[in-house]
């Protein structure tokens, strides 16, 4: 009772109109934020020498890149293929094209989740999965490395409030040795000769007739 005749007395609306105030206060500079990270032309200085990624810990770097590697592939193949009827890479396929041009193993254990694709929600700000296919979700060209270090900051920051908010499933599980690997060689397939990357996918399914795209056309593997 005491608290709901505060509420309705002038020092209680004072005080709501005081929090809303500094709420808004607090929005607006988080959106300030969000869009100096974008407006930023040197990402190696912001000012006073400073580069953007100042705060970032090895979970940023081994988050950067992941992002970085997974936009790249995306891109790859679908330059390699050059083909309408294949979009991009089937969800099934995933770790056999991410091995492929990599030469190495993904390693979801690092990150704390137990499947390859299961590394997809750390970098959704880059890559989606889209009718069951590895998409774009950055808008920049390839070779446009900066915009993955903004979107690495931006991602910084928001788990960052999370966190100061409270929020413990925000921190990340990332083991350090991610970042100490070195790429393996001994990839399945061989050196293939002059056979593109994303040639030779994977059989699966029933009858080995591999996964096949909107109507069927021919059973083509991706």
């Known amino acids: 009772a005491k608290q709901t005749a505060f509420k309705s007395s002038p020092a209680g609306q004072a005080e709501a ?32 020498g400073e580069p953007l990624f100042k705060d970032f810990t090895f979970e940023d770097w081994a988050l950067l890149q992941l992002r970085y590697e997974l936009f790249l592939l995306q891109a790859a193949f679908k330059k390699d293929v050059d083909d309408p009827d294949r979009p991009g890479i089937h969800e099934s396929h995933f770790g056999f094209y991410y091995h492929r041009y990599y030469r190495k193993y ?52 928001e788990r960052q409030r999370r966190i100061d908010a409270g929020d413990e499933t925000a921190r990340l599980k990332i083991s350090m040795q991610l970042m100490q690997q070195p790429a393996r060689q001994d990839y399945a397939g061989g050196a293939g000769g002059d056979r593109k990357q994303w040639q030779s996918a994977p059989r699966h399914g029933a009858g080995g007739g591999g996964w096949k795209g909107k109507g069927g056309r021919g059973g083509k593997k991706w």
């Open 17 to 48: 109109q005081k929090k809303a105030a500094e709420n808004s206060a607090a929005d607006d500079s988080e959106e300030k934020s969000k869009g100096d990270i974008f407006s930023v032309a040197d990402v190696a200085d912001v000012g006073n």
């Open 106 to 157: 993904m390693t979801p254990r690092g990150f704390g989740v137990e499947k390859d694709l299961e590394l997809l929600p750390f970098v959704k700000d880059t890559v989606v999965l889209e009718d069951e296919l590895l998409k774009p979700k950055a808008t920049c060209e390839p070779d446009d490395f900066t915009m993955f270090l903004k979107l690495a900051e931006q991602n910084r920051r």
